[in-house]
């Protein structure tokens, strides 16, 4: 049996090597169980490869835009096994270097399956393995950082070939003719955005309202219109009652309410849930909710000793939460005293224009905060924005009674970067007087966001009033 760990972390993804390393740089003694590829399913499947993806697609956009600036490159053609390749290329570099760093900080790597058998006890199967050959960890502390896993929609024909989940649409080597994709998740609209701009006929279906869950309503509102505008159709408010198999071998996704049917080659309709199952949760007496780990500020679960971080948790799926928990997780294990905070956690979608928004919504802010003020600007009468030739998009500020920033949402070039300012600033718990004051650089981006600021109070000097 290994010697004695201070941590032992199961699941080598975005928040569990955050945590490997946090815990290691406070003198820890550090084990990582990963049962497939360290980086987890943010680096290997998801993050990583879709903005990638993502940026290559834009590409294909920008091309045929470029005739705007003079330059003539004609109808751009994508060579599919390349662009893949290069995808590879950069999750390969990233999880070595992930390893690496790991091992740099003397934490032990151990590949296989990772379940709990006591509460201080994690046994490591090696993978592929059945029977024989498990390790068993000692371990003052255990981190449960597993991450989620794939999962059907609950809807009739789901399982048919050619409906796909998030991962095989990511590592889809050609360009179908006929998409449709259903949930509005930020991956949904990067999928349907990406196929579109290869050339695919894309169709989104959302169940809901709005076009992006969670997103301010009037935000998504301009999302939704942009996307259209730019040649995706979009169906609101409608429910997939079923998929089934044409003759013809095409997917047919028949509406809910008889609002029709819309024909597809590929359909991508999944979702995520937490992988909770096989960690000997219950012989241990963690306690689960839907699936998910519910943990406090600390990230401890009901069992001393006992933390979990990330997808697992119950809340949004985001690596950069995942990340930031894993800190606290593995500070906590090697006894500080640190507490998460959400009020600054930055949402994005890698659509284009891309959206970011931090904090409450409007919706949210007129319930917590009734004499809430909104700024907002169109990116349009940003100069940089002209430049680019990305005018489309808008900026919105809201402050609180006293001029606390309440939120900021952004529908702008550049809006993912832009966003950890607005973030950074909620998070001093700068104001809107501060914000206003704040002097951005010129040409940029940044000079929209001081005007929506400045809007607040209406005094916008590229927005005038009378
Ligand atoms: C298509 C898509 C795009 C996304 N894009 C973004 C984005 O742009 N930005 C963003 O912030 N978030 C994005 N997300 C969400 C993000 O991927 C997750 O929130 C994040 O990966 C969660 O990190 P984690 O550490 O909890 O889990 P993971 O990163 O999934 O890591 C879990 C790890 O645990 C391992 N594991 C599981 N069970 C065991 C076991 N029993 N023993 C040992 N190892 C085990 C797994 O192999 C995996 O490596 C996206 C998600 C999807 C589906």
């Not at 993806?53 to 600036?69: H, I, P, Q, T, Y």
């Not at 060579?79 to 003397?106: C, F, N, P, S, W």
């Not at 400045?454 to 000097?461: G, T």
Request: net charge negative.
């Amino acid at each position: 049996m290994a010697e004695l760990q201070d941590l032992v972390v199961i699941g080598g993804g975005a928040g569990g090597f955050a945590a490997a390393m946090r815990a290691a740089q406070l003198g820890g003694r550090v084990t990582v169980i990963e049962s497939t590829h360290y980086g987890g399913n943010c680096m290997n499947k998801a993050c990583i490869p879709l903005t990638y993806l993502m940026s290559g697609a834009r590409l294909v956009d920008c091309a045929r835009k470029a005739g705007r600036f003079g330059v003539q490159v004609g109808e751009p053609q994508v060579d599919m096994e390349v662009l893949h390749a290069r995808k590879d290329l950069i999750i390969e570099g990233l999880r070595l270097g992930t390893e690496q760093l790991m091992a740099e900080y003397g934490i032990t790597l151990v590949e296989g399956q990772g379940k709990l058998i006591a509460r201080d006890t994690v046994e490591a199967m090696p993978t592929g393995v059945t029977g024989s050959g498990a390790q068993q960890i000692k371990a003052r502390n255990v981190l449960l950082a597993t991450g989620s896993v794939p999962a059907q929609l609950p809807i009739e024909g789901a399982d048919l070939p050619g409906v796909l989940g998030t991962e095989e649409a990511i590592e889809l080597h050609e360009v179908p003719e006929r998409v449709v994709v259903v949930g509005a998740q930020p991956w949904d609209l990067e999928l349907a955005q990406y196929f579109h701009f290869l050339g695919s006929q894309v169709t989104l279906i959302v169940e809901g309202d709005q076009v992006l869950e969670g997103a301010d309503r009037e935000v998504a509102q301009r999302l939704g219109k942009l996307l259209h505008d730019s040649g995706l159709a979009i169906k609101r408010r409608t429910a997939v009652e079923a998929i089934r198999e044409a003759d013809d071998g095409a997917l047919v996704v028949v509406l809910a309410e008889g609002k029709g049917e819309v024909a597809a080659d590929k359909v991508l309709a999944a979702r995520r849930l937490p992988n909770s199952v096989g960690l000997g949760l219950r012989q241990v007496g963690v306690r689960t909710e839907g699936g998910a780990v519910p943990v406090n500020d600390r990230m401890e679960t009901n069992v001393p000793g006992v933390y979990a971080i990330g997808d697992v948790t119950k809340g949004i799926m985001w690596s950069h939460k995942a990340n930031a928990e894993g800190i606290v997780a593995g500070e906590c294990a090697m006894g500080q005293h640190s507490r998460m905070e959400y009020d600054a956690l930055p949402h994005c979608a890698y659509t284009w224009p891309q959206v970011a928004w931090v904090g409450l919504t409007e919706e949210e802010a007129e319930v917590a905060c009734p004499q809430m003020r909104v700024g907002q600007v169109p990116v349009a009468i940003n100069p940089y924005a002209m430049i680019l030739d990305e005018t489309a998009g808008v900026m919105k500020v809201i402050a609180g009674k006293y001029g606390r920033i309440l939120g900021v949402h952004l529908v702008a070039p550049g809006a993912v970067d832009l966003i950890n300012g607005a973030a950074l600033a909620m998070m001093s718990e700068a104001t809107v007087e501060e914000l206003m004051r704040f002097i951005p650089r010129h040409p940029s981006l940044g000079e929209a966001l001081v005007d929506a600021a400045m809007d607040v109070e209406k005094r916008s000097l590229h927005m005038p009033k009378w």
